[in-house]
């Protein structure tokens, strides 16, 4: 059996018939139920791994979100030997905090071309591999005023040279489609948004990836990069629940830390422009609303409105935060927050808020490489070398994912590689610009395959 | 509605186990929402290799309105990085930091500091009925071993709400399902505790959803699960399972419904041998 015979974990494809799940058993059989279900995890396939350069290069792999996690399994596809480390429990830095907003790239188009069009070539390309994984609600953006009127034409364009699909509602015709909205909308643009889990499809990843060999090693935190002259060799690391420190050699050092990775970088004496920008976030009681209700203005803060379960998560405001750990919760942003979201959906000013905290995103203080601005190929924009940065704050970053490769540096650092910014909804591509990078380094010529994997269940994570 | 302070938290001293050492007042106390001063937690520590676990007592200063995770996560940046607690959302969406706070069963990150009695240290412990990681974290492979084996594909298969029909060229409203997979039910079970091959609360319920909503799927083999020695009738009606769960989903009044339905098709059977 094939994962792709496997419903997905909230798989709308045809489900398996049930003793495929649970095979039958004899009558009688001693086995409780429980180890009867351990043994049918452990004999769900993975997609074969190729085959592996004997011995295959090692690389390890610094953060547990959703890019490492992603990295972790497009390398163990290509055959390579992949330890990852993480210094708390796996996405529990930035990755597990975020609205849970599969991106159409829409939010993105006016603003940052090619973040929107990695966008909705991710989000079409995750609803093929991780099935089940997403409430295919779509989004809306809603206008409310004359100057998100007059925004129209400048949104449509953007999103059509982008190729994000829209569809224009009338007033009426929005409300038909969600209820909760302001009645005093004046129209709206069906677009191709989702909610998903924000810790549970990076799960799907690691499971998958564990499953084709890679080790994945949470409350591991790493303390040093061990280097010969100015090439890395490893790390020496800090394993929490054991309570030990030991070292661990690799080909190849991967830093996928997130808003950490500058504090990483410098672990080798490496400079890295990502700058932790965190947002806040708050959560309220009730589904006051079924689909992903965005403004229809340039992105700006508390204007992103969407259900999770039974709550509903509204967000966010940006700023520039020294230390990635100490993030306040800042009142101001909160009452911000539920003002704003307010305005799209009013019922979010009267439901309890039963949570407020905030997220760092990773975003990289580097101009934009002019590659990128005429919308070159992902791989050529994201591996550019990198210009001085410049200084700069919050939503005017580009948000684009990019990829170091620190032998290039002014300074060079041999056998280690950055890769820092984009979205929860780009891991994949992220994941795809560093493994591209990886194998290049090390002289092999891998192709990608995630593209067509179609990921384990997160539940298989958890699996013995 | 309580956002905590902007203010960057104050410097606070933490203390070992032996001796209590008083933290320092801060000169610059915020006027408006004063921190709450010295909250002493007692917290459950224990190594891989260690035979059991030890308490630690830590004294901090957190904010108004912080949360019991919030205090965690502040222990371990500024006064024991080898903490181990386990955590993900923030929002109580994806029940990974469950552990048991004063003796009972909760998500750390949606209990608020204040709502705990204060004439007390905060005592934090993990799950029971789990194995043990290190620390406060659990491993969570027997819960959803048992998760598994009530026909977890199946479940999320029915996950769409039948009230909330998406208009024309939506795909799916999905995700009503309310269990988040945490674990509080097994850790409270009073069974569990004593029968390590009972299914527990959270399968239990997980098999009377799919039961309530089959959609298109065949029941036999969740019913057959169900009727087993370890399964719906192991369970003695504590309800502790309910108490607890931070999500609604009421494992015990699931329970009831599906030992209904386990009655029925029995009965169905055993008529239909005769």
């Known amino acids: 059996m094939t994962t792709n015979d496997r419903p997905g974990d909230g798989g709308r494809p045809e ?48 953060g547990g979100g959703g890019t490492g996690g992603a990295l972790a399994h497009d ?51 995750l ?56 009645p005093n909308l004046r129209f709206a643009y069906q677009v191709p948004d989702a909610t998903m889990d924000a810790m549970r499809v990076p799960l799907r990843f690691m499971a998958t990836a564990r499953r084709n060999g890679a080790d994945i090693r949470p409350f591991t935190e790493v303390v040093a990069v061990t280097m010969t002259g100015r090439t890395v060799s490893g790390v020496r690391v800090r394993d929490h629940a054991a309570g030990r420190d030991y070292e661990i050699g690799a080909d190849i050092v991967v830093n996928a830390a997130g808003p950490w990775a500058a504090r990483v970088a410098s672990l080798a004496g490496v400079n890295v422009p990502v700058v932790a920008s965190p947002g806040v976030l708050v959560a309220v009681r009730g589904r006051h609303v079924n689909m992903v209700v965005n403004r229809l203005h340039a992105p700006g803060d508390g204007d992103i409105v969407l259900p999770q379960r039974l709550r509903t998560v509204v967000g966010t405001s940006s700023w520039i935060a020294d230390d990635p750990d100490e993030l306040a919760v800042r009142a101001a942003d909160v009452e911000l927050i539920v003002r704003e979201s307010a305005a799209l959906v009013p019922a979010v000013a009267r439901a309890e808020v039963t949570a407020t905290w905030s997220a760092a995103r990773p975003l990289v203080q580097a101009p934009v490489p002019a590659a990128r601005k005429r919308v070159a190929t992902r791989r050529e924009a994201a591996t550019a070398p990198a210009a001085p940065a410049p200084a700069g704050a919050g939503r005017g970053l580009a948000r684009d994912l990019r990829c170091f490769d620190h032998a290039t540096d002014a300074t060079p650092t041999e056998g280690f590689v950055t890769i820092a910014g984009g979205k929860a909804t780009t891991l994949r591509a992220m994941a795809e610009a560093a493994a591209d990078v990886v194998c290049s380094k090390l002289g092999l010529a891998l192709p990608c395959r995630t593209t067509d994997v179609v990921l384990l269940p997160h539940s298989a994570w958890y699996s013995a | 509605m309580s956002p905590r302070d902007a203010r960057p938290e104050e410097p606070a001293a933490a203390v070992g186990s032996v001796e209590v050492v008083q933290s320092v007042e801060p000169e610059t106390a915020a006027p408006a929402a004063p921190a709450r001063p010295g909250t002493h937690f007692h917290i459950s520590r224990r190594k891989q290799g260690d035979p059991k676990p030890h308490f630690q007592n830590f004294e901090i200063e957190v ?84 998760l598994d084996a009530a026909a977890m594909p199946l479940l999320r298969a029915s996950e769409t709400a ?33 029968n390590h091959d009972y299914i527990g609360p ?49 494992p015990a009044r699931a329970l009831l419904t599906l030992r209904r339905h386990v009655a029925a098709n029995g009965a169905r059977r055993f008529l239909a041998r005769r």
């Open chain 1, 15 to 62: 489900p398996a018939p049930t003793e495929k799940v649970r095979p039958p058993r004899p009558k009688r059989a001693r086995s409780s139920a429980v180890a009867r279900s351990v043994a049918a995890a452990a004999s769900i396939a993975a997609p074969e791994p190729v085959a592996p350069p004997a011995p295959a290069p090692h690389v390890l792999i610094i």
């Open chain 1, 75 to 125: 390398l163990a596809l290509r055959g390579l030997r992949v330890t990852l480390v993480e210094r708390g429990e796996v996405t529990s830095g930035s990755t597990g905090k975020h609205h849970g907003l599969l991106h159409s790239g829409a939010r993105y188009a006016t603003t940052d071309r090619a973040a929107a069009i990695d966008c909705i070539t991710e989000n079409k390309i």
């Open chain 1, 127 to 182: 609803r093929r591999i991780c099935p089940g994984s997403f409430e295919e609600n779509d989004g809306l953006f809603v206008a409310l005023t004359d100057e998100d009127v007059e925004f129209e034409k400048q949104f449509v364009e953007a999103c059509w040279l982008c190729a994000v699909p829209t569809k224009r509602l009338g007033r009426e015709a929005a409300l038909r489609m969600e209820p909760g909205l302001n």
């Open chain 2, 63 to 146: 904010e108004p309105g912080a949360t019991v995770l919030d205090a965690l996560l502040q222990i371990r940046r500024r006064h024991d990085p080898s903490l181990v607690v386990r955590h993900s959302c923030m929002h109580a969406a994806c029940g990974t930091c469950g552990v048991r706070i004063n003796g009972r069963e909760a998500l750390a990150c949606d209990t608020k500091l204040a709502t705990l009695p204060t004439h007390k240290p905060i005592k934090v412990e993990p799950l029971a009925n789990q194995r043990p990681v290190a620390d406060l974290a659990t491993d969570m492979v027997d819960f959803y071993a048992r």
């Open chain 2, 162 to 194: 039948g009230g909330a029909t998406p208009p024309e060229n939506i795909k799916a409203f999905a995700r009503f399902e309310n269990c988040i997979e945490c674990g509080l039910c097994l850790s409270a079970c009073p069974i569990a505790r004593t």
């Open chain 2, 202 to 250: 959270a399968a239990l319920a997980a098999a009377a959803r799919v039961v309530e909503e089959p959609r298109r799927h065949d029941l036999g083999p969740v019913l057959a699960l169900a009727a087993e020695p370890d399964s719906a009738w192991r369970c003695r009606d504590a309800i502790e399972c309910t108490a607890v769960c931070p999500s609604s989903v009421d």
